[in-house]
């Protein structure tokens, strides 16, 4: 048979999945029982699509967890996933603390009063980028073997699971609780009689969830059917080789496939040449779920990886596309790494591990910085979200389906990246143009052919061939029911529905390059008003082209049925600023370049220091009032905006953002020429010789190095800086250390981003009277050390280039 370019045929719907053969269940009462079958998971009997966000209670100040929470919810995520880390909690033997930032239970309250899940990873041994994994000194000087049923360990770990259970103690399903489900161990590729030892003695603990998960990846053997397998992929790593390149595995992920394994994850720690088990042995049986969908990347100091917004974005759709029923993030929330009583709490060479990550930053380059700063992969993230949202009970259950005409090997750039998830009669196309550092090329006149079973028919669209830009990524819908209304297909990616005065509104996000078109079922149309392009009938169809996407993009339709269904669609960048929530009484689109947040009555804004503008659909019945700041209504498109304005002060006149300032971030000018004085006291003297540790990896250069051969800066804070306000570092060098006082405070390894310090963290008092050190080293030329080429040789130079104040204002939105 001749394979025909962009042609792929949907089968006939399987038969029914694989149910009853695992022992995940609710206890008898739950109102939206959870239960998993051998191809989706359901909630109150309907297929359910969680996505999971990673954020460490334990490396964030308690204090900014409730707000951090939302921000977290208003991205898309509905369940927190966090590391229960041993060392932080019991870093002296006997001394078990749940206080201040450590403090479990708070944090999985929080989660349950914002209707967020909570997936609690018990460890023992978490990983995490933590000294010993997370494993306290004191267990590893015992006579035990970790990780094993050796007897002597058990016997310490039940007892940390007796603690963690009594801090999750009613906040179990059957308490109304928000716990959906407990990760066992992690990365235990070899031993699944332990993994089920640990099951079992976190349930004689008292922990319950109706899900018990473990990590999949590098062929783990499980315990059968006791855990639910989680896959995970990442656009980069930090532990491969310095100068191993882009690893192939991380290449596989921009390639829609129906591989689940990944076996670099974890592959630093375990022996490559060795399998647990055969790659997806539980494609029969169990979903395809993931726990550890890259949301950014740590850096290490022989490896620091760059990651960018549509690297994240990229892989989160292709993984929806490839047939991911939960979609799972690793990081979604950076945070720092506490300070330890007794040793520094990283993952080092000083503990036998073959990586050196920074002392204290855990940003991770994730879609919510380690302040809380919005990245653009946040927003990315939040657009596919939204449409998991309002849509995932629609594609979960779909079948993955391959065009016939697919990549020829890793190395292919030139065949287009696409598939599409059926049912039989209905669909979403994914399509993929965009990897990291090796572009993709446009595709000139593309059009796709999606055979549905023949009672369905052939789509073939859209009516005219496009160019797929290099870059892009996007989902576009197949014969999509819209309250009676059947869309064939439009170019334009679903976002989400809204009730809009009495009729449904589908809100769609244009491709940037690609003009929306809108393929209407006739038979289903009784008239169509649009505010521009045209409506041309077609065969069965009418064809709506020429559309201007925007906040005015409404196209109209009466069904035959006699329902009001509204296509709105946005261009590709205002979709990007929408924020879907209940706000004033009812559920509303927002669109803002500020961060937004909802919280009960109120909404918050995390933007600009002097002015916030928002659009609302629908409006609410008063314009609503804006704490301390005047505010004026607008029309914008079928949208309602609103601007507010603040009265300013000396400090608060707003420029532009600066470079590698993210949504919301306002440089603030100060008296004296605009940006932080930085103040030379030391230059830096030769860069230290290369050292090497654990698989004769590049160590991180030792302390007295920064007391001797750094470069040294002081930068003074001035008094009235707004809460939340960042110093932002322009730097070249290799290792930067912040200091207040004599007490490390931050620190970096460069590759050749900024790097931003929580003023907020600081010791207030000290560092008004002493200010904040920086203090830089050089990067030796022989150092075994991956940079990023953006960041070329500019770490040989030992340097401070530019230090701003980056503020943020939180604005609170009320009923008017």
């Not at 450590?102 to 000294?131: N, S």
């Not at 940037?512 to 649009?530: H, N, Q």
């Not at 996407?549 to 929408?578: Q, S, W």
């Not at 079928?638 to 919301?664: E, I, L």
Request: glycine share 12%; with cysteine.
């Amino acid at each position: 048979m001749t394979t025909r370019p962009h042609h792929l045929r949907v089968p006939a719907p399987a038969g029914p999945p694989l149910t009853g053969h695992l022992p995940f269940a609710d206890p008898p009462g739950v109102p939206d029982p959870i239960e998993v079958n051998s191809r989706w998971l359901t909630r109150g009997g309907r297929p359910w699509f969680p996505v999971s966000g990673e954020f460490h209670y334990s490396r964030y100040p308690a204090g900014e967890w409730e707000e951090e929470l939302l921000k977290v919810k208003a991205g898309g995520v509905t369940a927190v996933a966090a590391y229960i880390i041993w060392i932080h909690h019991e870093e002296i033997e006997g001394r078990v603390r749940f206080d201040g930032d450590r403090d479990l239970r708070r944090f999985a309250e929080l989660c349950a009063r914002h209707g967020l899940d909570f997936v609690p990873r018990i460890g023992p041994w978490c990983h995490a980028e933590v000294r010993n994994g997370g494993l306290p000194d004191w267990l590893l000087a015992r006579d035990c073997v970790p990780r094993t049923d050796d007897p002597a360990y058990l016997e310490a770990v039940r007892g940390w699971f007796a603690a963690v259970a009594e801090q999750l103690r009613g906040l179990d399903r059957a308490h109304g609780g928000p716990i959906v489900a407990i990760q066992i161990e992690n990365e235990l590729y070899d031993r699944p009689g332990h993994l089920l030892t640990l099951k079992r003695m976190a349930q004689e603990a008292g922990l319950s969830a109706p899900l018990w998960t473990s990590t999949a990846w590098g062929g783990v053997r499980l315990p059968p059917d006791e855990l639910l397998p989680l896959y995970g992929g990442y656009t980069e790593t930090f532990w491969t080789e310095a100068d191993g390149g882009w690893p192939d595995t991380c290449r596989t992920h921009f390639f829609f496939t129906h591989q689940r394994d990944d076996e670099s994850i974890g592959a630093d720690l375990r022996p490559t040449t060795v399998r647990g088990g055969e790659a997806d042995a539980f494609a029969d049986r169990f979903p395809w779920a993931t726990c550890e969908l890259g949301g950014g990347m740590a850096v290490s100091y022989h490896r620091r990886p760059r990651v960018d917004a549509d690297d994240i974005g990229a892989l989160g759709l292709t993984k929806i596309g490839c047939g991911s029923v939960w979609q799972g993030f690793y990081m979604f929330h950076g945070g720092t790494n506490p300070a330890g009583e007794l040793t520094p709490l990283q993952e080092s060479h000083a503990t036998g591990s073959p990586n050196d990550l920074p002392v204290l930053t855990y940003d991770f380059q994730a879609p919510l910085g380690e302040y809380g700063q919005y990245r653009r992969s946040y927003h990315e993230l939040r657009l596919q979200h939204l449409m998991l949202a309002d849509f995932g009970h629609r594609i979960a259950p779909m079948e993955s389906v391959l065009p016939e005409l697919r990549p020829t090997g890793q190395g292919d750039r030139e065949t287009l990246r696409w598939a599409v998830r059926g049912d039989g009669g209905s669909g979403f196309l994914f399509v993929n143009n965009h990897q990291p550092h090796e572009p993709l090329p446009d595709h000139p006149d593309t059009s796709f052919t999606v055979e549905f079973p023949s009672d369905a028919g052939t789509l073939t669209l859209p009516s005219s061939p496009v160019t797929v830009p290099t870059g892009a990524y996007f989902c576009w819908p197949l014969r999509f029911d819209v309250a009676g209304l059947r869309l064939e297909w439009a170019t334009a990616q679903p976002v989400c529905r809204l009730d809009l005065d009495g009729r449904t509104v589908l809100v769609l996000a244009a491709v940037d390059g690609i003009a929306p078109e809108l393929a209407l079922d006739a038979a289903t149309v009784t008239s169509v008003s649009t505010p521009s392009g045209h409506t041309t009938p077609v065969a069965d169809r009418l064809l709506v082209t020429g559309l201007r996407p925007g906040t005015d993009a409404l196209v109209e339709v009466e069904t035959a049925a006699g329902e009001r269904v509204g296509l709105l669609v946005l261009d590709a960048a205002t979709a990007r600023t929408a924020y879907r929530g209940v706000a004033w009484g009812a559920e509303r689109l927002v669109l803002s370049e500020a961060g937004v947040v909802f919280d009960r009555e109120e909404v918050r804004l995390h933007g600009s220091t002097c002015a916030v503008s928002f659009a609302v659909l629908p409006a609410p019945p008063r314009a609503p009032a804006v704490d301390g700041a005047v505010v004026t209504e607008s029309a914008d498109g079928v949208f309602t905006r609103y601007s507010a304005r603040a009265g300013t002060t000396a400090h608060d006149a707003a420029v532009p953002n600066g470079p590698g300032a993210g949504t919301g971030d306002a440089v603030v000018r100060w008296a004296g020429g605009g940006d932080a004085a930085v103040v030379p006291l030391r230059p830096a003297g030769p860069a230290p010789e290369p050292t090497t540790g654990v698989r004769g990896r590049a160590s991180a250069p030792a302390e007295k190095h920064f007391d001797s051969t750094a470069a040294e800066y002081r930068i003074d804070v001035p008094d009235g800086l707004p809460p939340g306000t960042l110093l932002r570092l322009h730097w070249t060098g290799d290792v930067g250390r912040a200091y207040v006082g004599d007490t490390l405070v931050a620190d970096q390894f460069f590759s050749g981003q900024v790097w931003d310090i929580g003023l907020d963290r600081l010791p207030g008092e000290t560092l008004r009277a002493a200010g904040l050190r920086l203090r830089v080293l050089p990067s030796h030329p022989d150092a075994a050390v991956y940079v990023p080429r953006e960041a070329g040789d500019s770490g040989r130079t030992a340097a401070v280039t530019r230090a701003e104040w980056v503020t943020a204002r939180t604005w609170a939105v009320r009923p008017g």
